[in-house]
């Protein structure tokens, strides 16, 4: 025979219990739901990471893998190159040649730099068509591609084979030869990325370095 308590339904302490359970599974569910969105998100942004380190090493191989070693033929700076090329920690111009595959093939001049993009740093490539060995290009009308927003820093730094041994160098210094490896050093705001290291390949017929070439370039 059940008690009066229980005819008439359940007790007030029952049903605190019930609710106590209750909130305790949905405290459980929105901690587990919170948890998998949270991984999702890192995930995610780590894709997005990936992507854009991915983007930025093969532009910068194909852009920087194919450069021109014509030289100026234009009066310049005392110690300057005699080429089209300029390269320090902060950075680097350079005569190359533009992958038809992004719209514009052929000879251009480009400029890899730290520039101000809607108030914050980022790292941008500047190109320009090349006219002729005695004009110097002119930046201001070039065309401008953001390559990696959110900059933190980036260090340039070259390299030739000649050395024994081969170091890295902060300033492309000798007026006579071109580096034959550039590094590339990004840090963003969402970490700092492998070092992208991209040798610089030239075409033999344009190239000072003669036989230390590496073939597969275009003029």
């Given at each position: 025979m059940l008690s009066r308590a229980h005819q008439g339904g359940f007790t007030l302490m029952e049903l605190l219990v019930v609710l106590v359970l209750v909130s305790l599974v949905m405290l459980g569910l929105a901690s587990t739901l919170?948890?998998?969105?949270?991984t999702g998100e890192r995930i995610d942004a780590r894709l997005a990471r990936a992507d854009e380190l991915r983007v930025a090493s093969d532009f910068l191989h194909e852009v920087l893998g194919r450069v021109s070693g014509r030289k100026v033929s234009m009066s310049r700076d005392e110690g300057s190159s005699e080429y089209f090329f300029a390269g320090n920690a902060q950075a680097m111009q350079?005569?190359?040649?533009?992958?038809?595959?992004?719209?514009a093939g052929g000879r251009y001049h480009f400029r890899l730099a730290v520039e101000d993009v809607a108030g914050a740093s980022a790292l941008v490539v500047r190109f320009t068509?090349?006219?002729?060995d005695t004009v110097a290009p002119d930046w201001s009308q070039a065309e401008s591609y953001v390559l990696v927003p959110q900059l933190r820093s980036l260090e340039l730094s070259y390299q030739s084979v000649l050395?024994?041994?081969?170091?890295?160098?902060a300033q492309w210094a000798d007026a006579r030869q071109l580096p034959d490896?550039?590094?590339?050093?990004?840090?963003?705001?969402?970490?700092a990325w492998p070092a992208i290291v991209v040798p610089m390949r030239a075409n033999p017929r344009t190239d000072p370095r003669g036989l230390r070439a590496v073939f597969g370039g275009t003029r």
């Open positions: 919170s948890g998998t969105a949270q350079w005569l190359g040649i533009m992958p038809a595959r992004h719209g068509p090349w006219v002729a050395a024994e041994p081969p170091v890295w160098m490896r550039v590094m590339v050093s990004i840090d963003t705001a969402s970490g």
